[in-house]
């Protein structure tokens, strides 16, 4: 059985340096909290609890220490809380979300109705549309442009994750509409390449394994695409999940993980992989 590594498969940028960030913070201080899990693995998650960082849902519960602020941000309000507590902050934001909320907080500043394309309810998106002073408002599809007022200035953020052809629609509806058009694309391309080679790959094996923890959007968004090219597609978190049957006939078999997955969850599953390639 041939198995085919994604080279794109686990940690993103973002999440090995707010992980390594947390780590290091762990064995400096004595109470350290996180707001809300780290990352979305469960077993990373496990790994940090043990070196003490605890995870807390509100600012309002931790008690006191230092506070790790996770790879896609937290709210100006959340911040501006954290420092009123004088707590210790270790500011684990990937650049690229810190990017989008700094050009969010520009555009309104500079009088622009900012249109922020993404899921309204998730934390990054929260956290972007919290720097935006003025006039903001959240977009997921190109439809929802239908109900922006006519004639202003119109600034455009994206949630780093978003697919770019939706960004592109939206893009196409704003200009339409609006008086004046600045447009920042934020969208981050570790999301791109990984869907990219998981699909090639899918493409082209008997059977597709995606990694990650069921929790984590970007890892079920994976699968799914994985599935589309590829109906025999399995997502697992870890290597105990496999199951002998599922390989019985199969000569290649695809591998990839989403950005949360750390590499010593990918390497299990590679080991056991290939001792079930070696016993059939
Ligand atoms: Fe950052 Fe892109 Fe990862 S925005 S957290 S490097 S997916």
Request: aromatic share 4%; glycine share 6%; with cysteine.
């Amino acid at each position: 059985m041939e198995i085919i590594l994604a080279k794109s498969a686990g940690f993103c940028f973002g999440v090995k340096r707010a992980t390594q960030m947390a780590f290091d913070a762990s064995s400096q201080h004595e109470q350290i909290h996180s707001l809300g899990p780290l990352i979305h693995s469960p077993q990373v998650v496990e790994q940090l609890e043990q070196q003490g960082v605890r995870v807390c849902k509100q600012v309002a519960e931790i008690p006191g220490g230092a506070v790790v602020v996770r790879s896609h941000g937290i709210t100006a309000e959340e911040m501006q809380e954290i420092e009123d507590k004088h707590l210790q902050v270790i500011d684990a934001t990937c650049p690229f979300v810190k990017k989008a909320q700094d050009y969010a907080e520009k555009l309104s500043a500079d009088g622009y109705l900012v249109v922020l394309v993404g899921e309204a309810d998730h934390p990054e998106v929260q956290g972007i549309f919290s720097y935006a002073k003025g006039e903001a408002v959240v977009v997921t599809c190109a439809d929802d442009v239908k109900t922006l007022p006519e004639n202003r200035k119109i600034g455009i953020v994206a949630q780093t994750t978003q697919p770019f052809e939706n960004l592109k629609e939206i893009v196409d509806a704003c200009l339409i509409k609006a008086k004046e058009l600045r447009v920042y694309n934020t969208i981050c391309d570790a999301t791109t390449l990984r869907q990219r080679e998981a699909r090639q790959i899918a493409a082209e094996v008997d059977l597709m394994l995606v990694v990650g923890g069921f929790n984590s959007a970007n890892t079920s968004r994976l699968a799914r695409l994985c599935k589309e090219q590829q109906p025999c597609t399995h997502h697992i978190e870890t290597a105990a999940q496999l199951e002998q049957s599922w390989f019985v006939n199969k000569e290649k078999v695809g591998l990839t993980a989403g950005a949360s997955t750390p590499g010593w969850i990918i390497d299990e599953v590679v080991q056991r992989l290939k001792k079930i390639a070696a016993a059939g």
